[in-house]
């Protein structure tokens, strides 16, 4: 174990921790947290109108707004367990595993999670989500997180008028958790996870503000409105944050937990995105989902087009908040840096550089889509091994020492006071 605690601490040395500050270290020390995990909102509606019309009006709007940060190239990094991965890899800027859902599998490991650091510096850490606490194993796996309280289904009034498909509708659920929300002691963390926009996207005529699309596929024709509503209900949460004075003491941060429209629909993808077809590099780019850090009164935002992933959460909120990351094990880059490691690594081995999309099997330019060469094109194999093959190497030892950290429970070998 030694050994391998070892290894992973050196790869993080070289590989990943920088020794510069970001320029927003410290930006946001001693706000709340606000964070909001939006289920299934995936970054192609963003900025992008369907029959003429916008879908996330409000999200398009922080896209231009000077107090936030809207990532364009960011990716879910997600595998079987869907929006559990995503809270996991915010939460410990690890990977998720390839099967199952770790949340299950590895939920009494010990961790040295976003909650358990922050509570060191006076932080008090909930989630909302009204869902029953079981579910996910989240009422296990929180409590290894360190987390003080899961508002769960428990705490909200659901019936048949307030819910839809998979339970409460969004609206509701954050007017109803505002009144949680205000009897925190501050500084608090708290992240917020949506339900409405998850599959099959079952939504209520009185709350369609969009008409569905028109394709051969229910699915993604449904999702706009509900990516819609959930858009809709962020907005009204703003809204609220202001009227009840939370609002100028947080940062606020939207995210995609990952995608919500399958390769089963390419088709019809195909149409709305007005392309011929979804080549694998297309179906790998749309698993970019939005990412929003909003902070009230900052005046700096931009729109980011460097690429960025979940793994990069846990890091970047730390240096905002002005906490050192020196003894964290860790395997994403602060957002906010130059001096970052140069990839996103999905779960299943593919992966995104600045340069190049590598996934099944074949390397493209990142930015025109071009297949540099196909590992079956022996005439262009040198080529390819120049492009992909250096950065597929630190891509496969990056998750195999994520995998070695899980599976082997290391955290319970590792002391951070030291
Ligand atoms: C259910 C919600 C959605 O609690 O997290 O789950 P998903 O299927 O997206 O993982
Ligand atoms: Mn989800």
Redesign the pocket.
């Known amino acids: 174990d030694e050994n391998e605690i070892k290894e992973i601490k050196d790869y993080i040395e070289k590989e990943i921790r920088s020794n510069e500050k970001s320029d927003l270290f410290g930006v946001a020390e001693g706000k709340n947290v606000i964070t909001i995990?939006a289920?299934?909102v995936q970054s192609f509606v963003i900025n992008n109108k369907v029959n003429g019309q916008e879908i996330t009006p409000f999200m398009n709007s922080l896209t231009e707004d000077e107090d936030t940060y809207y990532f364009e190239n960011f990716y879910h990094q997600t595998e079987q367990?869907?929006?559990?991965?995503s809270e996991f890899l915010g939460d410990n800027s690890l990977y998720p595993l390839s099967r199952g859902a770790v949340f299950f599998t590895h939920g009494q490991n010990e961790y040295h999670g976003f909650p358990e650091m922050i509570k060191e510096h006076g932080y008090y850490s909930t989630v909302f989500?009204a869902?029953?606490k079981s579910?996910?194993n989240?009422d296990q796996m929180y409590e290894s997180l360190n987390y003080d309280h899961f508002y769960d289904i428990d705490s909200y009034e659901v019936n048949e008028e307030n819910s839809v498909g998979?339970g409460l509708k969004d609206k509701s659920f954050f007017e109803q958790s505002i009144k949680y929300l205000q009897t925190l002691e501050e500084p608090f963390y708290s992240r917020f996870?949506t339900?409405t926009n998850?599959?099959p996207f079952d939504l209520d005529d009185e709350d369609r503000s969009i008409e569905p699309y028109d394709s051969n596929s229910n699915t993604l024709n449904n999702y706009l409105p509900t990516v819609r509503y959930t858009d809709e209900s962020i907005e009204a949460f703003f809204d609220q944050l202001k009227v009840s004075d939370l609002y100028e003491d947080s940062i606020i941060i939207i995210m995609g937990?990952?995608n919500g429209i399958s390769a089963n629909h390419n088709k019809a993808m195909s149409q709305l995105l007005e392309k011929e077809e979804i080549t694998p590099y297309d179906y790998l780019q749309l698993q970019r989902v939005p990412l929003f850090i909003h902070i009230p009164g900052h005046g700096e935002g931009e729109v980011k087009s460097e690429i960025a992933g979940q793994i990069d959460i846990k890091p970047t909120l730390l240096h905002m908040l002005g906490i050192e990351t020196d003894n964290d094990i860790y395997f994403g880059n602060d957002l906010f840096h130059d001096d970052r490691k140069g990839f996103i690594a999905l779960r299943n081995g593919d992966f995104v550089s600045e340069d190049y999309v590598y996934t099944g099997e074949v390397c493209y330019e990142r930015l025109t889509g071009e297949a540099i060469a196909t590992e079956n094109n022996h005439s262009n194999k040198e080529q390819q091994n120049n492009a992909c093959q250096p950065i597929k190497e630190k891509v496969e030892k990056e998750l195999s020492l994520s995998d070695n950290l899980i599976y082997g429970d290391l955290f319970r070998f590792i002391d951070f006071d030291e």
């Open positions: 995990w289920e299934s367990g869907k929006t559990s991965d989500h869902n029953n579910f996910w989240r998979w996870i339900l998850h599959f937990d990952h």
